[in-house]
T-cell receptor
Framework: AQKITQTQPGMFVQEKEAVTLDCTYDTSDPSYGLFWYKQPSSGEMIFLIYQGSYDQQNATEGRYSLNFQKARKSANLVISASQLGDSAMYFCAMREGTYNQGGKLIFGQGTELSVKP | DTEVTQTPKHLVMGMTNKKSLKCEQHMGHRAMYWYKQKAKKPPELMFVYSYEKLSINESVPSRFSPECPNSSLLNLHLHALQPEDSALYLC????????????????FGEGSRLTVL
């Protein structure tokens, strides 16, 4: 069963506008972590933002914020004031439990974001 | 600059060749990963080493042989590959233990782009 779902294969956004990338997840473990990574065409996976399941507040990192709705099991990424350099593939990922218990990082299918000038 | 270094960046090999991919990190991380990624798809986990011991093998064909000679170095030995093995191979590392102040973020290298002819 798909544990991480990204329903938007591709998205377009106008430069300087905000954009929301959707991510839903499924787990029965009370302890988990949610990550967003950016992958430009060069290939490197760049960590953007993290949300822990016990964190009370939504995570923010500069222009990135994570809209965490625990009851709905969603962890959407919001990019404010889009820039041309934001054009890339974006992956949502989930860590169930701790790695000490053999947990893995599971990736969604990704969303390809294109920023238009 | 990424703190996980992968060499070579590009590799072209024939189906009868033997080659190796190399990954190095000096962050003191004790868990290291190999992922395989096809174009516009999420990374697929291949192997995980924890404290220099193989902890996860995701049923990878034996033509891929991982090696972790020390805590900073991870190799992937390639032999008798098939054209469908052409992909981006990503190495990643993380702290071995996830605690209150450690998210378990994976630090990725830029990848080695492999083409099998």
């Amino acid at each position: 069963a798909q544990k991480i779902t990204q329903t938007q294969p591709g998205m377009f956004v106008q430069e300087k506008e905000a954009v929301t990338l959707d991510c839903t997840y499924d787990t029965s473990d009370p302890s988990y972590g949610l990550f967003w990574y950016k992958q430009p065409s060069s290939g490197e996976m760049i960590f953007l933002i993290y949300q822990g399941s016990y964190d009370q507040q939504n995570a923010t990192e500069g222009r990135y914020s994570l809209n965490f709705q625990k009851a709905r099991k969603s962890a959407n990424l919001v990019i404010s004031a889009s820039q041309l350099g934001d054009s890339a593939m974006y992956f949502c990922a989930m860590r169930e439990g701790t790695y000490n218990q053999g947990g893995k990082l599971i990736f969604g299918q990704g969303t390809e974001l294109s920023v238009k000038p | 600059d990424t703190e996980v270094t992968q060499t070579p960046k590009h590799l072209v090999m024939g189906m009868t060749n033997k080659k190796s991919l190399k990954c190095e990190q000096h962050m003191g991380h004790r868990a290291m990963y190999w992922y395989k990624q096809k174009a516009k798809k999420p990374p697929e986990l291949m192997f995980v080493y924890s404290y220099e011991k193989l902890s996860i093998n995701e049923s990878v064909p034996s033509r891929f042989s991982p090696e972790c000679p020390n805590s900073s170095l991870l190799n992937l030995h390639l032999h008798a590959l098939q054209p469908e093995d052409s992909a981006l191979y990503l190495c990643a590392s993380r702290s071995a233990w996830v605690g209150a102040s450690d998210t378990g973020e994976l630090f990725f290298g830029e990848g080695s782009r492999l083409t099998v002819l």
